[in-house]
DNA sequence: AGCAAACAGGACTTCACAAGTCCGATTAGG
DNA sequence: CCTAATCGGACTTGTGAAGTCCTGTTTGCT
């Protein structure tokens, strides 16, 4: 269905979730993932899945030991939803012979579209690497209802727009 | 992965040979899943089953009866790839929360990200509509490699290019 | 120093979708 | 009218994602 994995639904909703402003600045933007999980609603060890390979992927930081957690690297402007979705599932590849690709095309006869979709692969990659998460956060809550400094992505959107 | 199904990678291939010359003009384009099952290396059952697919699309038109066959609806400069996934794999839809998508998100306190993924919708959907088959045919088999009126996608091209 | 909190890494179970296969319905030709 | 070749839909199988859990390591607090 050219879907991508729920992970990757999931570690944009945490990003967006992980920008927002906390109430005490102590924590200097530090949260830690049953944190993140009660903001979102997603399931924690769903979260520490995704955080973990955010982290991985350096996206993220982690802060281990007692009141650690994971604090963004960049800010939302500068991650891509390409950036996202390389660091949950891996390089982009649509079909199985692009270079990146684990297994490079097993069928040889069937492979005359070697090459071809390299071309879909590109576009693919630049239409996503052209999008930003902050642009995502900017389509999600229309204009109108969105005060000033209120934490968009806490409110129970879903109800309010639908 | 964010990847295609293989039955898409295999639709392209299809219909790039079914737009091939035929030996006998008498044919008039009309293909059967056997013939193409043999010039693709594709397993004949998935040829047919990919071809129902593009049939029910009314991306090719098939006779049915004693030497029927399947026949190319539109030049390959009018399809686009988008049009091939969608007529294979259904409509595109990258989340969960997308119009067109069956069950229109679960968990509701996870769904901050409703809309947002609509705007990578639309431009993936505008990335692969910008493909054309004829693109992706230009896109194989370098200048070089193609001699006029040969058949490309015959050649084991993958053993050629690397 | 000991305890609690939180991340890191891996393995495991479950389950849904894709991949591939088959048989019946339909139609054109002899 | 019969035969043959094809399309059409339904079925079975297998792979990969999704989600969960456990153990080990690190750090701050008491």
Redesign the interface.
């Given at each position: 269905?050219?879907?991508?994995?729920?992970l990757?639904?999931?570690a944009?909703?945490v990003l967006?979730?992980m920008a927002e402003r906390v109430p005490e600045p102590a924590s200097a933007g530090v949260r830690t993932s049953p944190c993140l999980a009660g903001a979102?609603?997603?399931p924690e060890p769903t979260v520490a899945k995704v955080l973990k390979a955010l982290s991985a992927a350096g996206l993220v930081a982690s802060l281990r030991g007692a009141r650690g957690g994971y604090r963004l690297m960049r800010p939302l402007e500068e991650i891509s939803?390409a950036d996202v979705?390389t660091a949950v599932?891996?390089p982009?590849?649509?079909?199985?012979?692009i270079e990146g690709a684990a297994s490079p095309?097993e069928?040889?006869?069937?492979?005359?579209?070697?090459?071809?979709?390299?071309?879909?692969n590109d576009?693919?990659c630049?239409?996503?690497g052209?999008?930003s998460l902050a642009?995502?956060?900017e389509?999600?809550v229309p204009p109108l209802l969105r005060p000033s400094g209120r934490p968009v992505?806490?409110?129970?959107?879903?109800?309010i727009?639908?």
């Open positions: 269905m050219l879907r991508l994995s729920k990757t639904d999931y944009v909703v967006l979730a979102t609603g997603v939803v979705v599932d891996g982009i590849a649509l079909a199985a012979c095309c069928v040889h006869h069937s492979c005359a579209a070697k090459g071809q979709w390299q071309l879909v576009a693919v630049a239409a996503l052209a999008i642009d995502m956060r389509a999600a992505t806490s409110l129970p959107f879903s109800q727009a639908e």
